[in-house]
């Protein structure tokens, strides 16, 4: 029996059977169960204090790694100023200006970022940096630079008073920057929410709101010595004559955007709340009925303007009030340019007798809109305008966006190649090209395009360029049967040789006379055109290029230019430039 409970007790054999033990094995057995229970007591006790034990090294293992860390060893003010980087706000909007275009560049459609749903998107950042330890909570409440910037969210009911006047106090006599975004217009107590930062307004350095706030125009006006930026909608009623916020001093950038300004077609630059006379960057976007000239009254009321957009521009309504005649202007340093024009027509003439001298960045758009055709109204060409703006004001551009944004339904803008061979003859210092939904005579662009060999009496178009864009929405995979879709001019694979041709010779171009083997990084300046270092991008055909025509592309992109060859965007991606 004895040698049958070893067995058992050191998991060798199987009891199956009923046991049973006489008195002394008995005695036995309970006698090694109260030991075995004693001794798993003793050495749960030992384990727990051998666990307390790595739990206290571990701890002191953390502080001293604490001390030893690198970034102990910089001052306060260090890490003051490595905070203030780390939380800087990026712009909820900002005005097209010049750069190098790539495909994911800055747009000038609005478009209000509202916070997501967790802990880490709606608070900011520099008060998740005071959860990390003392030391960094005692920097960020002392550190008034970093609450200068305040940037509320009100979806359902206004933040706490007291919380905002104590944010305030603590960025001390800074310059603070406001930015609230209202998710409805219904909410309780907003306009007096608003008269809470009224107290520092001497302080505000800029202000953006995307709710009109008709208490700001209508009482009494505030002082605001250091207000540089503005981005806000107007009223559409105000109480008091419009003029309640002129004395601004310090504005340089002015944004307005609205959508019921038709109680005001001909509101006129002095019934403007705010002074135009220092502006240098303005953006204006409401849609006026019937008065597209008052975009043009407002920007030449800037003298000192250098980048401008005008978006939404709407249709003359010709059958009530004439296209007018608009006197000379001059904006002198006016080197950005956007017109986002929105109709059937387009309302190009508001560029007549305007002389822009140091114009370096023109981007166009034209959103056109089936809604506004009218019997008889032709689609105006764009292209013949900037011509005569050019000859009118001898500029040299950069960068040159044309960007229709017309449906399948609608007709091909009217502007042709040879109109825009035209105008890149006048502009042979262009270095960025973007081309979207223009639906031009691709093959004949790229031939227009193409570098000849230096014994060729042509001179070359746009010799320094150095980025290519070219592309247009997909033809509608299930097109509407009641309406006409136009032809896209997908060409066919035959012609896709001119687009490889085309890009070969301007990444690859042809010397000048007497210049054969000249290498290094003086290359560029001994050939007849630019290299398209910045990339060339396709994206113009629901198809896919030629094997053979992909094959020379990438071999292009082998040797380093940036290529981008893809079918055509799909229907509705709307793309703003």
């Not at 059937?344 to 001298?357: T, V």
Request: charged share 25%; proline share 9%.
């Amino acid at each position: 029996m004895n040698s049958l409970l070893d067995e058992y007790i050191s998991g060798r054999r199987r009891v199956e059977e009923p046991i049973v033990l006489p008195l002394p094995t008995s005695e036995s057995l309970r006698s090694i169960l109260e030991n075995e229970e004693k001794r798993i007591l003793e050495l749960s006790t030992l384990v727990d204090k051998l666990l307390q034990e790595i739990d206290e090294r571990k701890k002191t293992v953390t502080l001293v790694a604490n001390v030893l860390s690198p970034i102990r060893r910089l001052p306060p003010e260090i890490l003051a100023e490595i905070f203030e980087n780390y939380v800087e706000p990026e712009n909820f909007y900002e005005v097209y200006t010049e750069g190098k275009g790539d495909d994911n560049a800055k747009r000038p459609a609005r478009r209000w970022r509202y916070p997501t749903e967790g802990l880490y998107n709606i608070l900011p950042r520099f008060l998740l940096l005071s959860q990390i330890c003392v030391q960094w909570r005692n920097i960020v409440q002392l550190t008034p630079q970093l609450w200068t910037q305040i940037d509320l969210f009100v979806k359902k009911s206004l933040p706490d008073k007291q919380l905002i006047h104590e944010w305030l106090q603590r960025s001390c006599s800074l310059s603070i920057d406001i930015k609230i975004i209202f998710e409805r217009d219904d909410i309780p107590g907003r306009y007096e929410f608003f008269n809470w930062f009224i107290p520092y307004s001497e302080r505000w350095r800029s202000l953006s709101l995307n709710r009109p706030l008709v208490s700001m125009f209508n009482g009494p006006p505030p002082s605001l010595p250091n207000l540089q930026r503005v981005i806000m909608p107007l009223p559409s009623r105000l109480e008091r004559p419009r003029t309640v916020l002129r004395d601004v001093p310090q504005l340089t950038h002015l944004e307005i955007f609205s959508d019921d300004w038709k109680n005001y077609p001909n509101t006129s630059p002095l019934d403007f709340p705010f002074s135009l006379s220092n502006i240098t960057v303005l953006c204006l976007q409401y849609l006026i009925l019937g008065a597209p000239g008052c975009f043009r009254r407002f920007m030449c009321a800037c003298p000192l303007l250098e980048t401008c957009q005008l978006l939404d521009i709407p249709d003359f309504l010709q059958d009530f009030i004439p296209i007018p005649s608009f006197p000379p202007a001059r904006l002198p340093y006016l080197k950005n340019l956007t017109l986002r024009f929105k109709g059937y027509r387009s309302s190009p003439e508001i560029l007549n007798n305007l002389c822009l001298p140091e114009l370096g960045c023109l981007v166009l758009q034209q959103e056109y809109s089936e809604l506004s055709r009218k019997e008889n109204l032709d689609q105006v060409a764009f292209l013949p305008f900037f011509v005569s703006l050019q000859e009118r004001s001898g500029f040299q551009l950069r960068r040159f966006v044309l960007q229709p944004i017309s449906e399948s339904f609608m007709p091909a803008p009217p502007d042709t190649v040879d109109d825009l061979v035209d105008f890149l003859k006048l502009n042979p210092t262009l270095e960025l090209l973007d081309l979207e939904d223009c639906r031009f005579d691709i093959p004949l662009l790229c031939r227009k395009l193409k570098v000849d060999s230096p014994s060729s009496t042509l001179e070359p178009l746009v010799p320094n360029l150095i980025r290519l864009r070219i592309a247009q929405r997909k033809r509608e995979k299930y097109p509407n049967p009641n309406t006409t879709e136009f032809d896209y001019r997908e060409y066919s694979p035959d012609t896709d040789s001119d687009i490889a041709e085309m890009v070969l010779s301007r990444w690859n171009p042809p010397q000048r006379p007497g210049q054969d083997g000249v290498n290094g990084d003086t290359a560029n300046q001994n050939t007849l055109v630019q290299r398209l270092k910045d990339g060339f991008t396709f994206r113009a055909y629901s198809r896919e290029l030629s094997p053979d025509v992909l094959s020379r592309l990438e071999n292009c992109k082998a040797e380093g230019m940036p290529l981008c060859v893809t079918t055509g965007k799909d229907y509705h991606d709307y793309e703003y430039y």
